[in-house]
Antibody, heavy 121, light 108 residues
Framework: EVQLVESGGGFVQPEGSLRLSCEAS????????MNWVRQAPGKGLEWLSY????????YYADSVKGRFTVSRDNAKNSMSLQMNSLRAEDTAVYYC??????????????WGQGTLVTVSS | EIVMTQSPATLSVSPGERATLSCRAS??????LAWYQQKPGQPPRLLIY???TRATGVPARFSGSGSGTEFTLTISSLQSEDFAVYYC??????????FGQGTKLEIK
C-alpha cells in the first residue's frame, strides 16, 4: 500500500523558516517523481514544486521560487521542502504527491494527508 | 502557463441524478487531463486520468470525456458520498502544473 506521510508543519512568524518532510512507503521511491502541492484555507490546489526521481531536475512555482527548496533522499525514501522567508500568504495545508515514473505526463496518483503551516505574527 | 477553468463553481444536484462538471484549458492539453475528488479534511483523490481512464477503485458511475481544451466529468447517479469538491488538472505542459479552481458538488 502506497503511503505518504508529511510532517514538520506548525506555527511560524513572518520571515521565519520551516522544513517539511514527506516519508514514502509502499513503492520504489527512487523510481518516481515527487511534488509538493498546497491548499490555503478554503481555497483550491496550488502546485509548488517538482523533483525528478534522482533529484536532477527541479521546478518551482513562481510564488515560491527563491524562497523554497525541495530535496530528496532516496536512501531514506523521503523528500523535504525547506521554506524560508515565509509570508502570511504561505499559510496552507502542504501535501506531498507522487508523480510519474520518469515522465511528467502523469497525474499525481497518491497524496499524503497534509501538514498545516500557519504563518502569523 | 495553461489556465484551467472549471464550471460551474457550485452545482446542486439531487441524489440519484446525473451531474456534469466542465473543465476548459486555455490551450490544448491533448488528453493529459486528470480529475480529483476532495472531501472536507481529506487530501485529493485521483478519479480520472488521461481524460477518460478511471483510477484504481473508482466506481463506474464516474466517467470522463473530452480532449484538447474541453473536458467533462460525469457522475451518472449521485450517491451521498459523491458530494465533494472536484478539481481538474493538466499535466501536458508544465511547469507550472495547473489545477482548475474547483467545482463544489452539493446536495439539492
Amino acid at each position: 500500500e502506497v503511503q505518504l506521510v508529511e510532517s514538520g508543519g506548525g506555527f511560524v512568524q513572518p520571515e521565519g523558516s520551516l522544513r517539511l518532510s514527506c516519508e514514502a512507503s509502499g513503492f520504489t521511491f527512487s523510481d518516481y517523481e515527487m511534488n509538493w502541492v498546497r491548499q490555503a484555507p478554503g481555497k483550491g490546489l496550488e502546485w509548488l514544486s517538482y523533483i525528478s526521481s534522482i533529484g536532477s531536475t527541479i521546478y518551482y512555482a513562481d510564488s515560491v521560487k527563491g524562497r523554497f527548496t525541495v530535496s530528496r533522499d532516496n536512501a531514506k525514501n523521503s523528500m523535504s521542502l525547506q521554506m524560508n522567508s515565509l509570508r502570511a500568504e504561505d499559510t496552507a495545508v502542504y501535501y506531498c504527491a507522487k508523480g510519474g515514473r520518469s515522465t511528467q505526463l502523469q497525474p499525481f496518483d497518491y497524496w499524503g494527508q497534509g501538514t498545516l503551516v500557519t504563518v502569523s505574527s | 502557463e495553461i489556465v484551467m477553468t472549471q464550471s460551474p463553481a457550485t452545482l446542486s444536484v439531487s441524489p440519484g441524478e446525473r451531474a456534469t462538471l466542465s473543465c476548459r484549458a486555455s490551450q490544448s492539453v491533448s488528453s493529459n487531463l486528470a480529475w480529483y475528488q476532495q472531501k472536507p479534511g481529506q487530501p485529493p483523490r485521483l478519479l480520472i486520468y488521461g481524460a477518460s481512464t478511471r483510477a484504481t477503485g473508482v466506481p463506474a458511475r464516474f466517467s470522463g470525456s473530452g480532449s484538447g481544451t474541453e473536458f467533462t466529468l460525469t457522475i451518472s447517479s449521485l450517491q451521498s458520498e459523491d458530494f465533494a469538491v472536484y478539481y481538474c488538472q493538466q499535466y501536458k505542459n508544465w511547469p507550472p502544473n495547473t489545477f482548475g479552481q474547483g467545482t463544489k458538488l452539493e446536495i439539492k
